[in-house]
């Protein structure tokens, strides 16, 4: 079975980034599909739609590099290197599991491709990715330390105390905030008197910029520089990515409230089919091509599924491993 | 070597750093100004500034950097001036630290020392002098620590700074400028979790942690009782072991706490003796504690609402010659029913 490090370099081709924002997409589908049936229980939150920037996050940076981000976290944890049947069997409570099944959809980690555990609050993977990067700093090891977050943390405490120890230390940190329009089931612009995320950054005297975040050349473009800023002492960076959450906040989550026709218009701006068509047009991929690897990325997802249906449910004594203190 | 509580500290934290490369102290003020209660006197000067580091008034911020620089592969401490400020941030503690090895299998591990100053008697007011222990010894991941002087101070938190878990040391204030003759170097390491009996005797247990192990000591000294005094120096995980000991001897136990009546950490211990012990008890387990209200200003209230020296000899002579229960000094004044 390939590494999750093998799938982290596997991104350096074009095709296999394809490819994995298609597994993406495939398999938060299948998991909203699988919680409806009722084989897994709890929560889950699914990122369609935001997958160019996770597995730009994931191409950009390297392995020892460390990563915070969020409880809506499978794509990160796909994009960099976790195999779908460590996240898959984390989500239905497998001792396969990326933590052995005790901690379910919301925390996943691997450490051999730097995912620092994924928090269930809201901004708090923001400092502790600001004390990775102090450690590198300190050890002035070269490594880079990045936060993923949505623009409902910018209004937490976390997000502000977080960039500002980052700009006054001046920390090799990258914030990578995933504007999805919404903040669990709230509007962003109800929520936040600002247009652009990218000033809260500038107002901590961090280089900040919107990032096209549907693009997954636009977001590597702007991470390749922020990540080289930090790499070379130059201090934290910002991004701003406008993107969009094609399901509601969580399972519960219908997504009633949303505007008309707000979806569609960002689904024409689907980044699987943006980056899909870039690379027929470069001719790298034909149509058939394309369609030939969604099949296969399909075909794995069930693959996956009928194998951790299949694998043991966490044991009792999981729960006492790594409690810790007592 | 005879040294104050605060000197201690530094020294403990400067031998851990001198020690290991990767401890690392943060805090606010405690660099150039060597900490608002002296306690990293001299770190500064020795270690430099990447190591000893001043903070911004943010401890949702530099607990949470602490944390991600803890499981990378740091060694911090960070200093919370007042335990009440950590209330900003304790979703880093309790939440996001105690998880870590938990949530992520066993990857990541936090050794995080998180050292806060708490308690009545300075004169801070209802904000600035609370203990809070219950907030940390109810959440699983956490260790916690609290010295009752200068020796125990330096031996736990060298053994806090080496665990590989989080860690809340939660230090007296009152204590900070007390001297106590200390033992340093790695003969005055303390493990966490083993409680020291002070004294020896056979009317009852007594048992406490941080500033009250004085007074339930010179309590004892005054009243002539003859009981065990423990100190349980570690409340997460504490010393069962040692305390059922003592009362399967003794038949009686009183538990002297810095903290209110409902929910402090006594409670904890009351119940597991209750459970445990119930057939060598010959008497109501006894909890001398605080009254239900935020700590009072004025010195003589504030005086009044800690428990006195008086007040543990009175009660636990009480239960020593009458076998129940003396009634809080706030309910036989009927100021609570």
Same mark, same amino acid.
């Given at each position: 079975m390939t590494t999750p490090r093998e799938r982290r370099a596997a991104l350096a081709d074009s095709t296999a980034c394809l490819e994995r924002m298609m597994e993406i997409r495939s398999f938060e589908d299948r998991i909203k599909e699988l919680f409806a049936e009722g084989v897994v229980h709890g929560t889950t939150h699914t990122c369609q739609g935001q997958e160019a920037v996770s597995v730009g996050v994931a191409k950009v940076l390297a392995p020892s590099d460390q990563v915070c981000c969020t409880y809506r976290g499978h794509g990160h944890a796909l994009a960099l290197g976790m195999t779908m049947d460590a996240v898959l069997g984390e989500i239905m409570g497998r001792t396969t599991g990326a933590v052995g099944g005790v901690g379910g959809s919301m925390h996943l980690c691997d450490r051999t491709v730097?995912?620092?555990? &994924?928090?269930?609050?809201?901004?708090?993977?923001?400092?502790?990715?600001?004390?990775?990067?102090? &450690?590198?700093?300190?050890?002035?090891?070269?490594?880079?330390?990045?936060?993923?977050?949505?623009?409902?943390?910018?209004?937490i405490g976390a997000f502000h105390e977080g960039l500002n120890l980052a700009a006054i230390w001046r920390l090799p940190v990258v914030f990578v905030c995933e504007n999805n329009v919404y903040g669990e089931y709230s509007r962003f612009d109800r929520t936040t008197p600002i247009e652009d995320l990218a000033e809260r950054g500038r107002s901590y005297a961090i280089p900040s910029e919107v990032v096209d975040g549907q693009s997954l050349d636009a977001v590597v473009g702007a991470l390749e520089l922020a990540v080289d800023r930090a790499r070379s002492g130059g201090g934290p960076t910002f991004l701003e990515c406008k993107t969009y959450r094609y399901s509601g906040h969580s399972r519960a989550d219908a997504a009633t409230y949303r505007p008309e026709g707000e979806l569609?218009?960002?689904?024409?701006?689907?980044?699987?089919?943006?980056?899909?068509?870039?690379?027929?047009?470069?001719?790298i991929l034909d149509d058939a091509k394309v369609a030939a690897l969604r099949g296969d990325v399909d075909r794995r997802v069930d693959e996956c599924v009928e194998r951790i249906k299949a694998a043991q449910p966490a044991m009792l004594e999981s729960m006492f491993r790594n409690a810790g203190g007592r | 070597m005879k040294m104050r509580m605060r000197q201690a500290i530094a020294q403990a934290i400067a031998d851990e750093m001198r020690a290991d490369p990767t401890v690392v102290l943060m805090g606010e003020d405690i660099a150039e100004a060597e900490g608002p209660f002296k306690t990293s006197e001299g770190l500064l000067e020795e270690f430099g500034s990447l190591r000893v580091r001043d903070t911004p008034i943010s401890e949702m911020g530099f607990c949470g950097a602490a944390l991600g620089a803890a499981a990378t592969g740091l060694r911090p401490i960070v200093e919370i001036m007042f335990v009440e400020f950590i209330g900003v941030a304790l979703d880093m503690v309790t939440t996001e630290a105690a998880k870590f090895r938990y949530l992520s299998g066993g990857q990541y591990t936090a050794p995080l020392v998180v050292r806060a100053s708490t308690g009545a008697g300075l004169g801070f007011g209802a904000q600035h002098s609370q203990t809070l222990e219950s907030w940390f010894i109810s959440c699983p991941g956490l260790k916690v620590v609290v010295p009752s002087g200068a020796r125990t101070a330096y031996g736990l938190l060298r053994s806090a700074i080496r665990d590989p878990d989080p860690v809340v040391v939660l230090e007296s204030r009152v204590l900070y400028a007390e001297r106590e003759e200390t033992v340093t170097g790695e003969e005055g390491v303390i493990p966490l979790g083993v409680g020291e009996l002070l004294r020896s005797g056979t009317a009852a247990t007594v048992v406490s942690i941080g500033q009250m192990v004085g007074r339930a000591a010179q309590a004892l000294e005054n009243g002539g009782v003859s009981a065990d005094l423990i100190d349980l120096r570690t409340l997460v995980p504490w010393d069962r072991g040692l305390v059922e000991s003592s009362v399967a001897r003794t038949g009686r136990l009183v538990i002297v706490e810095e903290s209110p009546y409902t929910g402090g950490w006594g409670t904890d211990v009351a119940a597991h003796v209750a459970s445990t012990c119930f057939s060598s008890l010959t008497a109501p387990i006894v909890r001398i504690t605080c009254p239900d209200v935020p700590v009072p200003y004025p010195a003589h209230l504030e005086q009044a609402y800690l428990p006195s020296v008086d007040g543990i000899v009175e009660a636990i002579s009480h239960v020593v010659t009458t076998g129940t229960r003396p009634m809080p000094w706030w309910q036989k004044e009927g100021f609570v029913g």
């Open positions: 730097g995912l620092l555990p &994924t928090s269930a609050i809201v901004g708090a993977g923001i400092p502790i990715a600001v004390g990775a990067a102090l &450690t590198a700093s300190m050890f002035g090891n070269g490594t880079v330390a990045l936060a993923l977050f949505g623009d409902g943390a910018t209004n569609d218009r960002w689904l024409a701006r689907d980044p699987l089919v943006l980056y899909a068509q870039q690379l027929v047009g470069l001719g | -």
